[in-house]
């Protein structure tokens, strides 16, 4: 098939192709009118001409504009789904989402083998592959159908391709992090980095899509504990040999994943790159949470007044003003003693929670170092406290034990789950700062600061989660509405 010239792609598919995105899960800009789509470049991927990897960028009547990365499969035939087609003088041809072909796979794979650099005019695309890349003899392929912002498909149950949607220009943690890691060969828990897949063009440099190990039979932390803890809870806590087992398990997942955390820290602090090595915290590192928590909870105590299905005690506790004053104290110790702390900032992975975890055969495998989905690639990889990541692992831990035990509502079931909760978090930290090692200085010399920038963090999270869930779920408010509270509970 003649390729199709990226004039005509704009002339007779553009609208077409804007109208299927806005309509797709990896879409990110659903909440703002888009003016038109342009067709920046049209790669071919294979020999054939019938898969084209877009580069489209689309502006908004805001006057913003974003770049997207469309893979579309041309064809001759008027069957199955397709974005638009095209009629003339008995010819037709219809444009599909590649996704859903076969045949976009095995261009992918084929370019990865070879290492192809593939041009439109002045454009290219690199497929560069690493020293641990081999194409599986099965080559049959599955579309990962729970991603929303991104898109994978995985290919002969060993490789997983991950095709970025809305692109950003520079660094790429996601694939940084992991390749720094395996150069460094000292954290194996993260899948082995394969090869990634970069633009240079009109838009600048930005990385496209990225290949990495797939850990065949895994299962992401968050299933794996519910399925395992919903049987091991058995009825209620009155049951004491139903409590004690789970009780243990919980306690054991936290300690693993609290080991981890340390390792995955000290792995990161020991990157031989400069915006890897530790340094200490600034003022405005902390004055930065400081801000975006006041303004979450500005947020959530509109909502919250507004809201009719928060329990009322809750909701008294919330707008007295004490989550205020517990701000400003915590806040003011933190920076009265944050010179003399010698605490460090390190690379973090950013996005920390049991999504993205996998369990495998009794091992752990740390995934998705892209960073907070909504933030900047320049605050992706900008250095960080590590108890981000602590607090981001202890947020997730609350929620699991939270929806595990969503039926034990008595005093008794209560105290359960909050001494669970309690001994759990102490688990977690005391695992995570014996697996530091000699990387525990990254945590400074005194413990109390540290408890407090861990406090300042867990809020900032809770208050981010509380956000959600008014919007979207207000009968879990509570979950971080009472962490928040726990969190100022007894400062002074």
């Known amino acids: ?46 020999d054939s001409n019938t898969i084209l990897a877009l580069m489209c960028r689309i502006s908004y009547v805001t006057g913003q504009e974003a770049l997207y990365y469309i893979p579309v499969e041309v064809s001759s035939v008027p069957e199955g789904e397709f974005i638009g087609s095209f009629s003339e003088n008995g010819s037709f041809l219809a444009l599909k989402d590649a996704f859903l072909s076969r045949s976009y796979a095995d261009s992918l794979m084929n370019n990865f083998t070879l290492g192809s650099k593939l041009y439109d005019g002045t454009s290219s695309l690199l497929f560069t592959k690493t020293a641990y890349f081999t194409k599986p003899e099965n080559s049959g392929s599955r579309i990962v159908s729970t991603e929303q912002s991104n898109s994978s498909l995985i290919v002969g149950n060993s ?3 991950k095709s970025y949607r809305n692109l950003k220009r520079g660094e790429n943690p996601d694939i940084e992090v992991p390749v720094r890691l395996a150069e460094l060969r000292e954290f194996k828990e993260t899948p082995k980095p394969l090869g990634y897949v970069t633009y240079s063009g009109k838009a ?10 797939f850990i065949y039979g895994s299962i992401d932390a968050w299933s794996y504990y ?58 405005s590192d902390i004055s930065g949470v400081i801000s975006r928590i006041r303004e979450y909870l500005e947020t959530a105590g509109e909502l919250i ?134 990387s525990i200085t990254l945590l400074g010399s005194n413990e109390e600061f540290h408890e407090l920038l861990l406090r ?18 207000p009968s879990w408010a509570w979950v971080p509405m009472k962490a928040i509270t726990r969190m100022f509970h007894g400062i002074t």
């Open 204 to 213: 600048g440099k930005i990385y496209v899509a990225y290949a990495s190990e």
């Open 1 to 46: 098939m003649i390729k199709l010239p990226k004039e005509f792609m704009e002339e007779h598919f553009s609208h077409l192709i804007l109208k299927y995105a806005e309509k797709q899960r990896w879409y990110s800009h659903k909440s703002m009118q888009a003016n038109a789509l342009n067709v920046l470049e049209a790669f071919s991927l294979n």
């Open 159 to 161: 490789i997983i391709i």
């Open 456 to 473: 300042l963090f867990v809020v900032e999270k809770a208050a981010y989660e509380l956000i959600y869930e008014l919007n979207n779920r």
């Open 226 to 283: 519910n399925r395992l803890f919903d049987g091991l809870l058995g009825y209620t806590p009155h049951n004491n040999e139903y409590s004690g087992n789970f009780q243990n398990e919980f306690l054991h997942a936290a300690s693993g994943l609290g080991r981890l955390t340390g390792r995955m820290h000290r792995a990161l602090s020991h990157v031989n790159d400069p915006s890897f090595a530790p340094r200490d915290i600034e003022e």
């Open 305 to 438: 007044s507004n809201s009719i299905e928060i329990d009322h005690l809750l909701k008294t506790s919330f707008v007295s003003g004490i989550h205020t004053s517990g701000l400003e104290t915590i806040s003011n110790r933190i920076l009265t003693g944050i010179r003399v702390s010698q605490a460090k900032k390190i690379r973090v992975h950013g996005d920390y929670h049991l999504g993205q975890v996998l369990v495998s055969e009794g091992s752990y495998y740390v995934i998705d170092f892209e960073g907070e989905p909504l933030s900047s690639i320049e605050e992706r990889i900008m250095p960080y406290p590590p108890v981000k990541d602590v607090a981001g692992m202890l947020r997730s831990l609350d929620y699991l034990l939270e929806f595990v035990c969503r039926g034990l509502n008595s005093g008794v079931e209560r105290k359960f789950v909050d001494e669970l909760r309690n001994m759990s978090e102490k688990t977690f930290i005391s695992s995570y700062r014996e697996s530091l090692g000699d």
